[in-house]
């Protein structure tokens, strides 16, 4: 069954906090991406990886961070969360990295910085 | 870079009529495929169209869609809307700077489609 998972789901943290989201899937899909969402802005890229310790900058990727070391598990990192960075956040992976494959989603994390 | 405008905000047709929601870009980079994909209410996006042809026509789920390069257009059409298809819907483009680099995908800022009985 190909599919992408993200942990946690719904997440609240203080502003200044670190936050870890992570995100699995089971395809051995080359590509990852981590995107946010929000209302009237649609999908914002924060980052790419092509592979493993392969990433690469989206439009959006200040602070944030990734980290990618094993094919089928990528991370995103905020240190020290700020309150403009409540979004849903949403990863996806794609096979290959030719760009013609189609990406899949995981079901979100809703992040709410307080 | 990449540009994705299309119809944006909220769309509402009545079921049964057409719907359209257009799309077009501007693109100084290598463009590989073209994407319009949906997202249900508190579901993930997911492809519901892709091409890469130009000028061909791609179908899927009553909606279709045709790639003209000459214009920089990618509109989703619909003859006959359902009240199943209310949800997000965008477009996207998939390109890379140059041979030899990575892709991205670039989306538009999204339509959300209510379909009214």
Request: net charge positive.
């Amino acid at each position: 069954d190909m599919k992408v998972t993200q942990m946690p789901r719904y997440l609240i943290k203080r502003m200044g906090e670190n936050v870890l989201l992570e995100c699995g899937q089971d395809m051995s899909h080359e590509t990852m991406y981590w995107y946010r969402q929000d209302p009237g802005l649609g999908l914002q890229l924060i980052y790419i990886s092509y592979d493993v310790d392969s990433n690469s900058e989206g439009d959006i990727p200040k602070g944030y961070r990734v980290s990618r070391k094993k094919r089928e598990h990528f991370s995103l990192i905020l240190d020290s969360a700020k309150t403009n960075q409540t979004s849903v956040y949403f990863c996806a992976s794609s096979l290959g990295t030719g760009g013609y494959a189609e990406q899949f989603f995981g079901p979100g994390t809703r992040l709410t910085v307080l | 870079g990449d540009s994705v405008t299309q119809t944006e905000g909220l769309v509402t047709v009545t079921e049964g009529l057409p719907v359209k929601l257009n799309c077009t870009y501007q693109t100084t980079y290598l463009t590989i495929a073209f994407f319009w994909y949906v997202q249900y209410l508190n579901e993930a996006p997911q492809v519901l169209l892709r091409s890469s042809t130009d000028n061909k026509r791609t179908e899927h789920q009553g909606f279709h869609a045709t790639l003209h390069k000459s214009s920089s257009s990618f509109h989703l059409q619909k003859s006959s809307a359902q009240l199943s298809d209310s949800a997000l819907y965008y477009c996207a483009l998939s390109g890379r700077m140059q041979q030899g680099t990575g892709s991205k995908l670039s989306f538009g800022k999204g339509a959300k489609l209510t379909v009214s009985p």
